[in-house]
């Protein structure tokens, strides 16, 4: 399933998911989030992001479903490759690729607690290459694999829901 066919219920909680765990995405990356009218984005200080960065990291987060070259997120903020490398790096502490890697398998943790998505269409709506690929960067990030998320998360929601239920 593509992002175009979901249902405009499907957009909005896909939506309501991401807003919440934006902020789990802090703790991967070490960054901090700035929220300006309807766009969220990540910065490590105090200081005004550059405009040019704010605008790659904008366009990341909204098309993260597309493989989006770097060298084509620096034409579209008119830097050459290698300065936007440094800049966003500078701006960021990452470098773009480790930024999407990680907005990716922050969206992607969201996706497997709260749908019913498999992990395979995880993948492809995240636009991972692969899911071998994307099970190996989800474990790097989250100390183990999708399936494993997955199965954990779910045993401890029903763990709390049976001790919820038997507590009278």
Known sequence: ???????????????????????????????????ESSHTWLTTTEHAMDRRIDAAIKIIQDEIHQNIPVGELARQVRLSTGHFIRLFKAETSLSPKQYVRCVRMKRAAVLLNDSFLSIKEIAANLGAGDRSHFSRDFKKLHGRTPSSFRERDDDSSTNDDDSSTNTE
């Open 1 to 35: 399933m593509l992002f175009d066919e979901l249902s405009h219920v499907e957009f909005r909680v896909w939506i309501r998911i991401y807003e919440q765990e934006l902020d789990n995405l802090h703790a991967c990356c070490g960054l901090r989030f700035v929220t």
